[in-house]
């Protein structure tokens, strides 16, 4: 494995930290990275998957520590949002670039999303500090944010770790060759998301549109029975027609 000044892009600025203090290293970026912190956790396990993929590492050893720190710091995030959370934020989170009106934009995306997001968090810079943090705030049964906290980090764990233990120091390249074409997978992106969402809302009208016809149809069948059971139960008997003798 080349030295940490030789290695490309971002991962530089986390070897130091590894070759000093190993595992440690990982466990404490990716811990106070989760519990609300700005520091690179995704960064140094991308970067100690690499340095499994030389030798220089174990690479489960390295996912199990990433995924316990991950679960274990969101969960220290959980309970300081319990314990007055909002208060610690607007009063100090502007010493880690955790501003109140990032923080409102933060939960109010986080409780229109539910449980899923707590699993996409962790792919999404902010969110995955403030995950746990949100789900103290806005209340989230600790049982429930344990289980889907988990299911997050293990996904998140297990893509980045793998891709970085195959794709080694190429996996930088790859990001910063995507990097180039940016501004072109953007426009396309939006375009994908707005087809989907013009066909999505346009399946679900037509839906409530047809379930309120049948509602209305089923609803003009029952009503000639509603009333003839209603004359039984009043005991008025259904009028004849009756001719009069020929004049």
């Keep these: 494995m080349p030295p940490h000044d030789e290695l490309p892009g971002f991962l530089a600025g986390v070897a130091p930290l590894l070759d000093k203090y190993s595992y440690f290293a990982v466990a404490a970026v990716i811990g106070v ?4 912190v700005p520091a690179p956790g995704q960064t140094i396990m991308v970067a ?3 340095y499994a993929g030389a030798g220089r ?3 489960f050893v390295v996912g199990i520590i990433a995924f316990v720190a991950a679960v274990l710091g969101d969960n220290i995030g959980y309970w300081i949002g319990v314990r007055g959370g909002r208060r610690l934020v607007h009063r100090w989170g502007k010493y880690v670039f955790i501003t109140p009106a990032r923080l409102e934009r933060a939960e109010k995306f986080f409780v229109r999303r539910g449980n899923r997001i707590v699993v996409v968090a962790r792919f999404i810079d902010g969110l995955r500090q403030l995950n746990g943090v949100i789900a103290g705030i806005t209340a989230m049964p600790w049982r429930t944010f344990l289980l889907y906290n988990a299911i997050g980090a293990f996904l998140w764990v297990g893509w980045w770790v793998t891709v970085s233990y195959f794709l080694g120091t190429r996996l930088v390249e ?4 995507a ?3 940016r501004w072109f997978a953007i426009p396309l992106v939006i375009l994908a998301i707005g087809t989907y969402a013009f066909f999505h809302i346009r399946h679900i009208r037509r839906r409530r549109a047809r379930e309120a016809a049948e509602q ?4 003009q069948i029952e009503a000639p029975q509603i009333e003839a059971a209603d004359d039984e139960d009043a005991g008025v008997e259904p009028t004849a027609s009756v001719s009069g003798p020929p004049a």
């Design 33 to 36: 990275e989760s519990f609300g």
């Design 48 to 50: 100690a998957a690499i």
């Design 57 to 59: 590492l174990n690479v």
């Design 174 to 177: 790859i990001i910063e060759h």
């Design 179 to 181: 990097h180039r074409y």
């Design 216 to 219: 209305i149809e089923a609803a």
